[in-house]
């Protein structure tokens, strides 16, 4: 370590980011080569998605110490502004057919509409943050969970359906396979429908990590250790309360954006709590206060539950001898087993508080040893 | 007669039917360590809590300067010039102790969360970042800014949260039993530390201590409350003499 204190980008910091840009080539090379329709994409594509989330959830329960679980909440925002406001005009007498057409007239640009979908979401934090986050952990976490359950109803409610298609689905919208760059006759040229979501991603990642490397990441983190103590540091607890709820649920809605394109399809009724434990699993498998953490376990999560282990929900035979409990269903087994395990022996997750380039660091002692 | 830096009126904090604090008044001067001292549950803390805005007192005033500072929120009240410390330590575990420090610094900035999060601000940080580090030097800390904080000795655990502090820009330190669970030595070095940053720092001191030898080594004036009330008020000498003060510390004679 340095003895000044200056800021200088160290060695650990320059391998991490040169494995984060090896991982973007290496995505860029397989899209051009392997068969689009590989497993792979489809785990990339929905675990940046979830990455996104995760991060932004552990904004909230890793950085700041508040206990929320209104995600699918506003995942749900994100992904109906997102579609409403993308959906093609010549598409949406199909799309709206009970409505008329629906009321919104016009379309956004993709990413117009994704920044939207955050600013909507951050609004709708900012209004139930107002008397929510007064609470304390249980109690806010139920208030929250109770939050995203009524939203899920709301934009099901026949009334707005001319805004939201009531229960019906919202669909033909652009999805992420409308960022491949085609050629006049159609065919593709250059793959990207993995590195857009992920660049996307990355991007939004960043954003929050630099958050909270600032001098408003340590405010955050200062409430988090000892609320009575950042107070009497100065530092405002609802304002930075507020703050950080507001962001982390722009990021959410920018999430819920990008799952609306991974899916295709949007439809409240998804939007369940089970979404909102899935990504409640993800930050604590990957380690509560560790960016890196949720993004690896993101994608290992997602990579287990959509791929390595759906053999288990089909009958295999081997040598004409059935193995015994394979059936559909089966996969979940087994999957709740490898959690139990996870939460057992790795209590503090895969990173704990760590981040990529803690890996390549020394201990600190022996750090402080040899400055 | 020096400025009046802080200025107590008639300050009761009720809760419920407990009167922890009663019709409690006084001042400390500009460049005064004042002590409070009491038997134990007497009310200090209840009235530290009065003044940093933990507590809004049932009646009574506080100000500083000029300002009257009774109901604003503990951050208002730092931000105005009021830092304290806590009894029972209160560093944060997660950070080093140039992070402690440093996060101190954050209720002076001028940036807002988009100028910082794109490091639009990095002039102010560097500032914050440079201050940081002469204040740990001043205080002999620097060695140890990497270290966790709550990994240090507890005695420097104590030094650190009044340099934590004095970070936040005060005009008037409140120190909460400063030496509790400290030795002679450490007790010793702490009253010269105090009266030291009281000199370089321009400050005003309200410390609230039981180690006697502490508060008549290092105070101006004491204040001494029993059961939320003034019982006495003087310099040292006239405290130590007082015989009202020996009886709330020693007990009454009233079984003989």
Redesign the interface.
Known sequence: ?SMT???KISTPQIISAAIILAFYVLVFIAEQTLAPTSMIFTVLKKGATYALVAVSMNLLNGFTGIFSLGQAGFMLIGAYVYAIFTIPLAQRAAVYQYYNGGIVQFTLPVFIAMILSGLVAAFFAYLIGLPVLRLKSDYLAVATLGFAEIIRAIFQWDKIGPLTNGSNMLRLFPTFNDFNIKNSSGEVVVYLSTMVPLLISGVCIA?IL??IN???G??L??M???E??????????ASHKQ?AFC?SSFFTGVGGAMLAMYQTTVQAKSFTTAMTYEILLIVVIGGI?SVTGSCLSSFLFVACSEWWLRFLDQKQVIGGFEVPLLRNGFRLVVFSIIIMIVVLFFRQGIMG?RELPDLFRKK?SA??KGA | MAEKILRIEDLTMQFGGVVAVDHFSMVINQGEIVALIGPNGAGKTTAFNAVTGVYTPTSGSVFLGEKNITGLRPDQITALGIARTFQNIRLFSSMTVFENVLTAHHLRRTSNVFTATLRLNAAEEARMRKDTEELLKRVDLYEFKDEMATSLPYGKQRLLEIVRALATKPKLLLLDEPAAGMNPQETEELGEFIKRIRREFDLSIFIIEHHMNLVMGISDRIYVIEFGKQIAEGVPEEIQNNPAVIEAYLGGGEDL
């Open positions: 370590m204190e200056k800021k954003l630099m958050l600032s001098t408003f340590r405010a983190r200062a988090k250790d000892d009575i103590s950042a107070e009497a540091m100065g530092i405002h607890l703050l962001i206060g508080t600190r750090a402080k």
